[in-house]
């Protein structure tokens, strides 16, 4: 894949493998969860808790701070429910699937299956992603504590309207990245796991 055609596919299942062996678990897990988090909107009015919870917990496992039985225990109830429903489940225990690439394609994939679900995919995984031909490094002086206390509470509380901010505070730092400044204040959709957020947290 080329540049150019990362920059303008819609071929999401193409783009994962792409990065296959170049991204982290953490990213592949996190484009799981906002693929079912997208899904499970357009599923059901009041998505219930059991679903939401098990989101959590597969954002949590990607940070590292639920265990391996957690994701598996978790994992095993929420097939067990949805199993019971098989017509209108959004499949989200796929988002908590052993393997990081295989619950990414795996959850890309059911959630494509709704209606809608596929539409913002793209967009997503370059939010998350970023441009895998040209990462951008953090500049030590972007570090503000502005700019990082924004970024923490965005990612903390998964709301990025804040994002064209957290551009007007890094220009204030001094940053000058065109694709940094660009990004923040675009129109998204921003997830967690965002490359921006996660350069300004240092995470990867």
Excluded at 42 to 69: F, I, K, S
Excluded at 85 to 113: C, I, K, N, R, W
Excluded at 125 to 148: E, H, K, M, Q, Y
Aim: glycine residues 10%.
């Amino acid at each position: 894949m080329t540049e150019a055609e990362w920059r303008g596919t819609t071929n999401v299942a193409g783009m994962l493998a792409f990065l296959q062996g170049k991204a982290s678990d953490r990213k592949f897990r996190l484009f799981a969860v906002a693929c079912s988090r997208g899904a499970l909107g357009r599923w059901a009015d009041e998505p219930g808790q059991l679903w939401d919870g098990t989101l959590e917990v597969a954002e949590r496992y990607a940070d590292g701070a639920a265990t391996e039985p957690e994701r598996e225990g978790t994992a095993e109830v929420t097939f067990i429910e949805s199993a019971d429903d098989p017509g209108s489940t959004p499949h989200v225990f796929h988002a908590l699937g052993p393997d990081a690439y295989f619950a990414a394609t795996m959850a890309s994939e059911y959630a494509g299956q709704i209606e809608g679900g596929s539409d913002l995919q793209p967009a997503m995984l370059r939010d998350i992603f970023g441009d895998p031909f040209g990462p951008v490094p953090a500049d030590p002086r972007w570090l503000t504590s502005a700019a990082v206390t924004l970024a923490r509470s965005m990612y903390d509380s998964r709301d990025f309207a804040p994002m064209p901010v957290l551009a007007d505070a890094l220009e204030e730092a001094g940053c000058d990245n065109p694709d940094v400044l660009a990004h923040c204040r675009g129109p998204g959709p921003h997830v967690r796991g965002c490359w921006v957020v996660d350069l300004i947290l240092g995470k990867n």
